[in-house]
Each structure stands twice: as C-alpha cells, then as structure tokens.
C-alpha cells in the first residue's frame, strides 16, 4: 500500500516555475512507476509526466514537452515535477500516481494509487 502526498503547489505569474513534490509512505516505492496527471475545472484528468520504477524512462504529454521534466529519488520515496514556463493553461490540480507497470502508467487503468491532488493556479 502506497500513501502519496503531493506538495509544492500554488500560484505564479506566466512564464514562471514550480517544483510538486510527492512523497510515497510504502516500502516498495521503487518497484512502482510514477506519474503525474492534472485536472482542470470542468475537464476531464490527463497525464501529464510519467517515470519508471529505476527512472530511466520518462514520457510526457506533447503540451508539456520541453517544459516539465519528471525526476524521482528512490532512496527519498520521492517524485517531483519541475516545471518551467508556465502558462494559465497548464492552471489545474495534480495528482501523483503510482502503478506497477510502466507501459500502462498514463491510463487510468495502470494507477494503483493517487494522490489526494495538489493545486497549480498560473496568473496571466
């Protein structure tokens, strides 16, 4: 069972930077790939990021291409998501996921835990 806790949300101008941060409370953290996804008002979650278990893969989503960069510490029970650039559009809660396969990791279906979600607001 993995408990995960996002942080490091708030609000910044366009064009600024933030780092989410979340923190896994399982033993086997390191066995899970992890993910990002963000939910706007009114619209339906998306991936946004996601990394495999020992970190050597990462996807993202084409909006965040060249902005954001997922990293994690396996030794810290942590993922972060950096991102750079941002724009109102990129205004949403995220969620850090955990799921034990790496190829199904952006649906749905592939998350075994959420988190309770963090917000992002961008001011233009």
């Known amino acids: 069972q993995e408990q995960l806790v996002e942080s490091g949300g708030g609000l910044v101008q366009a064009g600024g930077s933030l780092r989410l941060s979340c923190a896994a409370s399982?033993?086997?953290?390191?066995?899970?790939?992890m993910a990002w996804f963000r939910q706007a008002p009114g619209k339906e979650r998306e991936f946004v990021a996601g990394?495999?278990?020992?970190?050597?893969?990462?996807f993202y989503t084409d909006s965040v291409k060249g902005r954001f960069t997922i990293s994690r510490d396996n030794a810290q029970n942590t993922v972060y998501l950096q991102m750079n650039s941002l724009k109102p559009a990129d205004t949403a809660s995220y969620y850090c996921?955990?799921?034990?396969?790496?190829?199904?990791?952006?649906?749905?279906?592939?998350?075994?835990?959420w988190g309770k979600g963090i917000l992002v607001t961008v001011a233009s």
């Open positions: 996921a955990a799921g034990s396969r790496w190829s199904q990791i952006t649906n749905y279906s592939g998350v075994a835990f």
């Open positions: 399982g033993r086997t953290f390191s066995t899970y790939a």
């Open positions: 990394i495999s278990a020992p970190g050597n893969l990462k």
